[in-house]
Structures are given as C-alpha cells and as structure tokens.
C-alpha cells in the first residue's frame, strides 16, 4: 500500500543552524502538506502546497521556513536559522485532491530536536 | 476560528467493553472531519473521514458520527482490545479554506486494559 515516507526519523541541531526536512508523498498526491506537534501539544497547520506554490501558511510559517518540491517526487521543508522552540515533531502529508471526500495521509514523521 | 476540542483528554477501560470519544468543534461550516490514531512517537494513522453530507461512517469496530448543528463528532470502539491502546485525534476542515488544512483537537489517550 502506498504511503507518505519521511527522512530523517530524528535530526538533532545545534540553535541558528539549517535544517532540511524531507518527505516522499505518495505518487499521485497532488497536495502536499506540513504539520508539526511540539511535546504534549496540539498538531498545527505550517503549510499547503500545490502546484509547485505555497497555497496557504500559517502565522507559524514565517520567513524562517521555506518548502521546495525540488523534483517529481521530493517535497522538503527548510528552517534556515533553527530556534530552540523549533523543537518538533514534523508531519509532512498528502492528498489527492482538495475535496470533500479525499483523505490527508501523513508520514512517520522527523523529530527535530535544536540544541 | 475553528477551535476543535476533545473529551475526555484521557481514558481507561477493561478490554472488550465499548467506548465512546467525543470531538467538539465551535464553526459547524465544515468540509469534512477525520478522525486519526497516533501511537506513541509515531505519525498519524488515518482511521475514517466523514464528509459534511454524512451522518455516520464505519470500518470494522469503528464508527464515527458527524452532527453538525450541534458542532460534535464522536468515534464510537466496539469490543475494545489492548491494541487500540493510543491517542485518537479528530481534525476538521473547514469551508473556504484554499486547501483543506486540518484543525486538530487536543486528542483523547485511550488505554485498554488486558
């Protein structure tokens, strides 16, 4: 069964160094999604993607974070300065269509632990 | 906003017994609402999505029930066993919205004793 991969499964950093996050959505996923759950907290809404474009972001996704889908198969989140509260685990996810009826499915997801 | 909460916030019951977890969002113009299981330092496994029209959907032991005037959502286990022991999210879409970002509640832990 197909499935969203994600790589690594754990990135530990040093503050104020770049991070690359990486996701493999499942093949014929048009939408491409990340999330990120600090410890005991909610899973929140970062980013859409469709089209080769950021579709919507949230007031989390600042000028710090950036998503790249470099190749046909790739999608990648960028922070380029990582923070201490960026701390995370981060859910990349995809979808075949922006309808009512089509699920997101989500990847094992990358705990990024800043230093 | 939306606000999407979920109660109780922890639960524990003895194996085989049917239980109820409840999700309660504040915008009833939604798009559809998914109902997802995380085990611990896992990803999110997608369980069931019930669009807007619908009422109810069911996979196996698992039922989920959408009424949207009264803002609620429940997933209803049937026969309950140790290996549905995680947290159960729900998520909301809401109309508008330009791609059908999730807006997750807070998660209900379940643990079924043996």
């Known amino acids: 069964e197909p499935e969203v991969t994600q790589t690594p499964s754990h990135q530990v950093t040093q503050m104020g160094q770049e991070v690359i996050l990486r996701c493999v959505p499942i093949s014929n996923h048009l939408y491409f999604y990340w999330y990120r759950q600090i410890l005991g907290q909610k899973v929140e809404f970062l980013v859409s993607?469709?089209?080769?474009?950021?579709?919507?972001k949230s007031e989390i996704f600042d000028d710090q974070f950036s998503v790249e889908r470099p190749d046909g198969s790739n999608f990648t989140l960028k922070i380029r300065s990582t923070k201490l509260e960026d701390s995370a685990m981060y859910f990349c996810?995809?979808?075949?269509?922006?309808?009512?009826?089509?699920?997101?499915?989500f990847g094992p997801g990358t705990r990024l632990t800043v230093l | 906003k939306q606000e999407v909460t979920q109660i109780p916030a922890a639960l524990s019951v003895p194996e085989g017994e049917n239980l109820v977890l409840n999700c309660s969002f504040t915008?009833?113009?939604?798009?559809?609402l998914q109902w997802f299981r995380q085990d611990p330092g896992k990803g999110l496994t997608s369980l069931l999505l019930?669009?807007?029209?619908?009422r109810e959907q069911t996979s196996g032991r698992l039922n989920a029930s959408l009424d949207k005037s009264s803002g609620r959502s429940t997933l209803y286990i049937a026969a309950s066993q140790p290996g549905d022991s995680a947290t159960y999210l729900c998520?909301?879409?809401?109309?508008?919205?330009?791609?059908?970002?999730?807006?997750f509640g807070t998660g209900t832990l379940l643990a079924v004793q043996p």
């Open positions: 993607f469709y089209n080769n474009e950021i579709s919507e």
């Open positions: 996810a995809s979808t075949r269509a922006a309808s009512s009826y089509n699920e997101q499915f």
């Open positions: 915008d009833s113009a939604i798009y559809n």
């Open positions: 998520a909301a879409v809401n109309y508008g919205g330009a791609t059908n970002k999730l807006i």
């Open positions: 019930i669009q807007s029209s619908q």
